[in-house]
């Protein structure tokens, strides 16, 4: 499954997971009480590691919000200071790493598409479309050497700040 990057710290992961190059619009911090989200222990920690203060949210209430001047995506704040893409998970098994690495190698490999009933279902959340495809161009899956790098990294932050 993935997993949150912050858990995948001494377990059996493949070269996949859910990356950003520069911004994602879906994981901010906005001005306010410092509050993190009850959803991501990836993203508090990393608003933690920026040094960012107020409110951490994610996925749809983000996309809401993202252009919103009193809300920084913590993404595209990561690569400001490091110059590194951001995995926000990875692909991890506990058992049949074998039957998964084909799994993983064919996803890799594969073509993303998003059937319209989603496209229709976000709209009605107040997400467009095109708002969805736009976001949905920034993310990847592929981890290389500089993902890989980018991980090590956020890990050993992560360990000395929080």
């Known amino acids: 499954a993935f997993i949150s990057s ?7 992961c493949f070269d996949a997971g859910i990356i950003v190059q520069k911004e994602v619009l879906s994981v901010l911090v906005c001005e306010g009480e410092n509050k993190d989200d009850f959803e991501s222990n990836t993203s508090n920690i990393l608003a933690k590691i920026l040094h960012q203060q107020g409110e951490v949210i994610i996925g749809d209430k983000a996309l ?10 913590l993404a595209k704040l990561w690569y400001e200071r490091y110059g590194l893409p951001f995995v926000f998970a990875t692909f991890c ?24 009933y989603i496209l229709k279902k976000y709209s009605q959340r107040g997400i467009t479309p095109k708002e969805i495809k ?15 790098k980018s991980l090590k990294k956020f890990l050993k932050l992560a360990k000395n700040c929080c």
């Open 64 to 73: 809401k919000r993202y252009k919103d001047k009193n809300c920084k995506d």
């Open 93 to 116: 098994t506990n058992k049949n790493k074998q039957k998964y690495q084909k799994m993983v190698k064919k996803f890799l490999n594969s073509k993303t598409y998003i059937p319209q």
């Open 134 to 148: 736009n976001y949905l161009k920034l993310i990847y899956y592929k981890i290389g050497w500089k993902e890989k």
């Open 6 to 12: 912050i858990k995948s710290k001494n377990r059996k």
